[in-house]
């Protein structure tokens, strides 16, 4: 297959400036007529793009094409000698029905759907399916279904007209038996605007959440950033059958349904905070992606980077900084680290790919996050915010690169950002080694910077590392306040004129997203722990303490000593922090996050070994707090009627933490009452987890009678049951679960819940020594590759880690990369092995 080059990007010769397109809707015979008006720019052919289109006409300017001016081939439709103006009308036939790779126009459910990111246009029609291509498009959708959308202001029944132009990829159609809940919101300028929420009738209950946080996410874009919205009417419409979380189509934006349905019995406060941030995400591309767009795929960053960056924001606007930021940063390190450590690293803006839906990714999305969180902590909040608002002016109804990106801030900010840059083209997470020294009054830090080789890039150049620090005194007093320095050569010193050695903060906030090497004593990790004024440094130094007991407990058999106990156990019950930070602070690091840090401290990881030590960590703060545990879960209660607000939802997310705990010492009596009166969702599950964990007989029966009818409940009984599972038992309760009539894997959550369950959920399940795990999950990604190219290729990124483990495992899962390379696999699924069998 081909690889599209960065370097190779050219404008259109011929573009599209309008486009009229009619849809006779039907499941097996959709035929789409639609006439594009052309307009030359430069020499060249016009190559247009299609995808399984049956083409029944194509005229120029109302004309039959002859055979001489046009060439009609599978995937392309070449125009020879294009005039400078033009009508290019087609007429194609497809069918939806028959769509399993949910891309293109495709039916969920007895409903019409669209998702045309990144090149799913192409099969719908004929057309340039490229992001510099902007239109405006009148749409007519012909259908006897009650609700037909699409993007813009409606005109009439099914008549729709959008006034800015757009790119394909934004385009959007849905038609189905859909009902709505609906508000309205006026915006800043004075515009009224009808906001709808569509799903299928019955679900219409579960809506009152996305809306609600639509609305505070158009308040808080108009106060934040200056921006409003620009559309007479915003839809939002969820669907059953979805690849990704949701899809920012001008004026229509369409969601997995998982993303807007939410009552307080079937969703947990996870799915709120991520119904409140997806919601949130997809509304401010109106104007971060939609408004000003990108030019060419290679930028994608350009628009989700900053898209995150701005619903990361929101998050910690709406639920409280500390929290949001650790929230965030575990994440990152949970999916991009792991990225960047292995063989599918990129760099934020990648320079060539083979399959573009492989590349939506975590380095692109939250390390382009981060990238741009550095960009304003090095230029300062004054900057950052004239920088923004001439991007907004500059380059409102563009296709921009990050060139154009940059080049504001270097105006705003009267900063060459050169070195800076390379953010974006060296992959790779860049390590920082800390060394202190003190004598004589003399307190010096060393610092040195090194990006590790990753595919393609053997060598880096040092980058710009903002540093944010701050000093405590032995006592845990703060003093110097957090200030940033730039780390921008290989090495550097920082010196301070002290009477006595200080406490370091340093990565405050997670000012960079870089790993700390930084030896140090734990006395200093334990006044931070305490004392630091920066949460997220107190936050980390924890979770430095228990990593490293964690991984000498499971190199060397070293005991879980009591002091890192009791400092545990004393952030577990005080009262001056809130329940979501403690919740957080007793979270021990994940089975793959210990495995990575072993494979980087030169030891082959065990899974078997991590499982069970960290079993046995959780077992020992179980002891250690035994006899607080029964007070400080009541103390999180929660009365009154449910609330996914961020103090209810801390409460509830300690008290799981401690419900865990407790259960480890009583078998699960505590968790069984706690199922059984439960009157929401985020305490059913975290019961349920427990009970599955305690080997409960009839709890995932009596979760399926309750809850069989609702199929987002259900994804998680399916996942529960195979992360929860017993390493042993794992892949045999997986193979069980797909035998059932509604383990459907053409549903991607389904397919996800179940086959993510094992390779997520349960590591030591998917890594068991006889390969089971491998290829039981390589049997599926080759049943579902052919129907649904795009979640097989997504989901066997769960292979990216194989060089970490023993010679044994590689072999078993060489093996698997092996089989599927040779199965002929889709585009998508050959890209991702042909790189993890590069490795
Ligand atoms: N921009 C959207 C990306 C997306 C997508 C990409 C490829 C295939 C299917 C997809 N569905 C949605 C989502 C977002 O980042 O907001
Ligand atoms: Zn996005």
């Avoid at 767009?293 to 606007?317: A, H, I, N, P």
């Avoid at 902590?377 to 563009?398: C, K, M, N, P, S």
Wanted: net charge negative.
């Amino acid at each position: 297959p081909e690889t599209v080059h960065l370097a190779d990007y050219a404008p259109v010769p011929v573009t599209v400036t309008h486009l009229d397109v009619s849809f006779q809707l039907d499941p097996k015979a959709t035929r789409v007529s639609s006439r594009l008006t052309c307009k030359r720019q430069g020499p060249g052919e016009m190559v247009l793009n299609g995808e399984g289109l049956k083409t029944l006409s194509v005229t120029l300017d109302g004309v039959p094409l002859d055979a001489d001016r046009h060439t009609l081939g599978d995937r392309t439709l070449t125009l020879h000698d294009a005039p400078d103006e033009f009508l290019l009308e087609t007429v194609v036939e497809i069918a939806p029905a028959d769509n399993k790779a949910l891309s293109g126009l495709y039916m969920s459910n007895g409903m019409y759907c669209t998702q045309c990111e990144a090149e799913g246009f192409r099969r719908i029609t004929w057309m340039l399916d490229r992001p510099d291509v902007m239109a405006t498009y009148d749409v007519a959708i012909d259908s006897d279904l009650p609700v037909l959308l699409s993007n813009g202001n409606e005109r009439a029944a099914g008549v729709w007209h959008d006034p800015w132009p757009k790119p394909t990829y934004l385009f959007a159609l849905v038609a189905g038996d859909l009902v709505a809940t609906s508000d309205s919101f006026t915006t800043m300028e004075g515009k009224d605007v009808a906001l709808n929420v569509w799903v299928r009738p019955g679900d219409e209950d579960r809506t009152a959440y996305a809306l609600d946080a639509l609305k505070r996410s158009m308040a808080w874009d108009e106060e934040v950033y200056g921006r409003a919205y620009d559309l007479s009417v915003f839809n939002i419409v969820a669907v059953d059958d979805f690849n990704m979380g949701a899809m920012e189509n001008k004026g229509l934006n369409v969601f997995n349904s998982r993303y807007v349905l939410a009552s307080p019995e079937t969703a947990t406060d996870a799915d709120y905070a991520n119904i409140e941030r997806i919601v949130a995400h997809e509304y401010f591309h109106n104007w971060t992606g939609n408004r000003i767009t990108c030019r060419d795929w290679f930028q994608l960053c350009l628009k989700e980077g900053l898209t995150v960056f701005r619903d990361e924001q929101f998050s910690q606007d709406q639920r409280g900084y500390a929290v949001q930021r650790i929230g965030d940063v575990m994440n990152l390190r949970a999916r991009q680290f792991r990225e960047d450590a292995g063989p599918l690293a990129h760099p934020v803006r990648p320079e060539s790919f083979v399959e573009i839906n492989n590349f939506y990714t975590a380095t692109v999305y939250e390390k382009g996050a981060e990238v741009i969180g550095m960009l304003r902590t090095l230029i300062g909040a004054e900057a950052w915010d004239q920088g923004v608002a001439l991007y907004f002016e500059r380059h409102d109804g563009e296709a921009c690169t990050i060139e154009d990106w940059l080049a504001v801030f270097e105006e705003a900010a009267e900063r060459d950002l050169t070195q800076f840059k390379l953010w974006y083209s060296q992959a790779g997470t860049p390590r920082v080694r800390v060394t202190e020294h003190f004598s004589d009054g003399l307190y010096r830090i060393d610092l040195a910077q090194s990006v590790p080789p990753t595919p393609g890039q053997p060598d880096k150049q040092p980058m710009v590392i903002p540093l944010a620090f701050g000093l405590l005194d032995r006592e845990g007093n703060e003093i110097r306040p957090t200030e940033v320095r730039e780390l921008t050569t290989a090495g550097d010193s920082l010196t301070f004129d002290l009477a006595e050695k200080p406490v370091l903060s340093i990565l405050r906030g997670f000012s960079a997203p870089v790993i700390l090497e930084f030896d140090r004593p734990d006395a200093d990790r334990l006044t931070l722990l305490a004392h630091d004024t920066d949460a997220f440094s107190r936050w980390e130094a924890g979770r430095v303490l228990a990593k490293d007991r964690l991984m000498r407990a499971i190199s060397e058999d070293a005991e879980f000593d009591a002091g890192w106990l009791d400092a545990v156990a004393t952030l577990a019950q005080d009262d001056n922090a809130e329940p979501a930070f403690r919740a957080l602070a007793l979270a021990l690091p994940s089975e793959d996050d210990l495995a990575q840090s072993l494979h980087e401290a030169g030891i082959v990881p065990d899974p078997d070994r991590i499982h069970l030590t960290r079993r046995a960590a959780q077992m020992a703060v179980a002891e250690r707090l035994a006899n607080a545990l029964p007070d400080l879960r009541a103390a999180m209660a929660t009365p009154g009627a449910y609330s996914p607000a961020a103090e209810d939802a801390g409460k509830r997310a300690l008290s799981a933490s401690l419900l865990k705990l407790q259960t480890m010492r009583d078998g699960g009596a505590a968790a069984r009452r706690v199922y059984d009166t439960a009157d929401n969702m985020t305490d059913r599950m975290a019961a349920f987890a427990c009970l599955l964990d305690v080997g409960d007989p009839d709890v995932a029966a009596q979760f399926e009678a309750d809850w069989s009818h609702d199929r987002l409940v259900m994804d998680k009984w399916f996942m529960a049951q195979v992360a929860h599972a017993t390493p042993v038992d794992a892949v045999g309760v997986a193979e069980r679960l797909t035998k059932r009539a509604d383990f459907d894997p053409s549903n991607p959550n389904r397919f996800r819940a179940l086959i993510g369950g094992l390779t997520t959920g349960n590591p030591a399940g998917f890594h068991r020594a006889d390969g089971s795990g491998y290829a039981f999950v390589t049997d599926w990604l080759l049943r579902l590759d052919p129907s649904n190219p795009q979640t097989a290729a997504r989901m066997s990124t769960a292979f990216d880690s194989w060089r970490r483990y023993d010679a044994d495992r590689q072999a078993l899962v060489r093996e698997q990369l092996d089989r599927m390379a040779a199965a002929d696999p889709s585009r998508d699924l050959a890209e991702m092995v042909a790189r993890m069998r590069a490795a």
